[in-house]
């Protein structure tokens, strides 16, 4: 196991599909500060965080407020599945703002994610689940990508944190 430390001006992605642990292991580990969820950004603009149709939008704030964060030097994790178009501009940003990266990757068999999924509030639909696992990088895909570290988040252990 390895014990989790982070850089303050770290960019982190935590990358997984739905019901793999993400947003768990983010309240855990992080301030709520340092986290940027996707879904409340999907809340923020649409009183929803399970409104899809305003994704769009989320995304938007979202950027926003990581670039911001980034730009003032302050830990920024990525609370979102993190498996499709993002990952490039992500690391775009934190390059342009000189800071250094890790990827938390959630490679979780499809049963546990399942099953994990199903007992959640936000359930998504079992065939989207799938789909997003299917999505999952390798290790190797996220270093070659251009994470300046990449951890398997069955391997970390809780972060200790003055004051928590």
């Known amino acids: ?88 501009w992500l690391l775009a940003r934190a390059r342009h703002w000189q800071r250094p990266t890790t990827a938390v990757l959630f490679d979780v068999p499809l049963a546990t994610v399942q099953a994990q999924n199903a007992g959640r509030d936000r359930v998504v639909p079992d065939h989207v689940v799938s789909e997003f696992h299917d999505l999952l990088p390798t290790v190797d895909q996220l270093r070659d990508e251009g994470w300046d570290t990449v951890h398997l988040s069955s391997t970390l252990t809780r972060r200790s944190r003055p004051g928590r």
């Open 1 to 88: 196991m390895t014990a989790l430390t982070f850089s303050a001006d770290l960019l982190c992605a935590l990358i997984g599909p739905p019901g793999a642990g993400k947003s768990t292991f983010a309240r855990q580990h992080f301030k709520p500060t340092e986290i940027v969820s996707s879904d409340f950004c999907r809340a923020l603009v649409a009183d929803d965080e399970k409104d899809q149709s305003a994704t769009g939008d989320a995304f938007e704030v979202l950027h926003l407020i990581v670039d911001k964060r980034l730009a003032r030097g302050r830990l920024t994790v990525i609370d979102a599945t993190n498996l499709r178009d993002d990952r490039p």
